[in-house]
């Protein structure tokens, strides 16, 4: 089969950065699809694992990355009861085995979905990763429920991919007020058409939070960098409320500023489940699915904002090099 | 009135450590009861605020501290629905205003709970702080609930105050599986009868626990200190865990090495309803009146361990002299 892959972590302007190249076609066991690709989209994760984990030496083998795909199901393991043949999924993968940048993929079903119906094969595939992101994190991490509807969110780093679809869950799903951060024109009005109540600019966080009215807000998701936004985030968080981020602290952090508030922290990372086998781990599968819902009745909006077409090297460099700028808006998809 | 108090922060042997002094019965005023003090207990917050608050100063009045006690109510505010004169309660304060070592304190009724009936003023003396204290860490900050019903929560610090009637409820009301952590025979033993199902030594605290056949805790509670214990923390929590601490991390804390699990950390600090006036602060009325409901039916009991006769200097020296040695077995109270 075709895959896109590389052999060791380059820059992503080099020649090799990416390679097209052919491989045998997986063999489903067990609990695992093998599905046939039809669009796949780009995660910062892609490229972090791109720039590390081939550092300063040679795979025997390309490495095929890749977490976000929909396509068909071709064939199943032994011991798959939740699709057949024929089913559309989309899923964002285990990052721990091959990824979706191939015509083909194995997949465990407990982590995948039934694609939402209504959305093109485009427009599902930008949303697996995110998606299950946002929700793990609002609602498996910070148990965000009914009896919190109208508290503040703040969202720090809106226009995203993980940002935009946390907005729309956070105002359409959840009920609560959505303070976003943003600082392009284009960004802002992004934010904007997801569903965000307020956007501020994330320079000078507390006082623009503060001057759109907010003392304290209840939650807030940190979608950029956890030791830049420590401070503010624990001069802005409300007594009792809770903190969360998808994204790390390479500092060691100073806790204790937490503590006189009695605030929570969570970190959210979408693969624990999968990495972890956890005995729940088929609450993907159902998120997905109440996600699918949600994209079909049109509560929620994919969040795709550029279609490349064809899999191969140079598309996905194309998408990599987007999402290291920083300046991707929503998500990049390419459909095969 | 009578009260013991200090003007400067000096070691607990030095004479004037605390002194006995006359000051006039305050006024209650709004949400206040002033209440007629027949019971108090100490905490080791209460030798950290004498050691600290006065420090390299003399204060102009003397500061009266302590936070627990037993009495009756003798007057009201005139917005106080709560409680009535001769009322006895029992709550464990504020930390921004005089506390307990005195005859009479004002407490806000949104704070205190009916003393437990069955309970005599030292047995409830020795509990409200304590219990607010774990009660708040396991429901409110770590949102346990029935269906956590056998998992298991690893209690580091089982002996101490808030270690104690942590082991109980987390046995009796939560239902969880508890390992708690003690090294000496008189603690072990005094852990096993507050409930623990297993007490381990906290020196090589990863491969004890490990040893007693638990690879992963869903729960952690750190009632010495978080900095000592994060990295064991770390590696024992579950993935998709919670671990929370009320002690302090005086160094920045290598928050990363929690992301990989997606785990959750929380600081409880008993008074951060009462110094931020929260909305919910009733809360605490509510909870010391569960638990008062609890004490009286027999599901908890005291975690008296020592009884003192007479509030004074002399007394409130010898209770935190044994508070500062870090042996304190249960809870220590003064009778008046």
């Known amino acids: 089969m075709k895959a896109v892959g590389f052999t060791t972590s380059l820059p992503i302007e080099a020649a090799d950065s990416f390679i097209d190249f052919e491989t045998s076609i997986p063999i489903p066991a067990e609990h695992d699809l ?26 025997d083998a390309p490495k095929i990355i890749g977490w976000d795909a929909v396509g068909v199901v071709e064939a199943v393991g032994n011991e798959v009861t939740l699709f057949k043949k024929g089913d559309e ?15 083909y993929q194995l997949i465990d079903e407990r982590i995948a979905g039934n694609k939402p119906a209504r959305l093109s094969d485009a427009e599902a595939a930008a949303m697996p990763l995110t998606t299950l992101t946002a929700w793990e994190v609002m609602f498996d991490r910070m148990h965000i429920n009914e009896s919190d509807k109208d508290k503040s969110i703040l969202i720090i780093g809106g226009a995203g991919g993980v940002g935009s679809i946390a907005i729309q869950i956070a105002k359409k799903v959840a009920g609560l007020k959505v303070i976003a951060t943003a600082s392009r024109p284009e960004t802002v009005e992004w934010c904007k058409q997801q569903g965000a109540d307020i956007v501020v600019n994330h320079k000078d966080l507390v006082s623009e939070v503060q001057k759109a009215g907010f003392k304290y807000v209840d939650f807030i998701l940190d979608f950029v960098n956890t030791n830049t936004y420590w401070d503010a985030m624990a001069e802005l968080i409300k007594p009792q409320g809770h903190i969360a981020s998808i994204t790390g602290s390479a500092e060691p952090v100073a806790l204790n500023k937490l503590k006189g508030k009695s605030v929570t922290f969570s970190w959210e990372l979408m693969f624990t489940r999968s990495t972890f086998q956890t005995g729940d781990m088929t609450e993907q599968h159902n998120i ?17 904002n550029k279609t490349l077409h064809g899999l191969n090297a140079d598309n996905l460099k194309a998408a990599h090099r987007l999402q290291e700028s920083g300046k991707a808006i929503g998500k990049t998809v390419i459909v095969f």
Do not use: E, H, M, W
């Open 288 to 304: 997905l699915n109440k996600a699918a819902a949600l994209f079909d009745n049109g509560t929620l909006k994919t969040t795709l």
């Open 34 to 59: 093998l599905v046939k690709i039809k669009a796949v989209s780009v995660n910062p994760i892609d490229f972090k694992i791109r720039q590390n984990s081939a550092k300063d030496k040679v795979l």
């Open 89 to 103: 999924v989309y899923y964002a993968g285990d990052i721990n085995k091959p990824g979706s940048n191939a015509a």
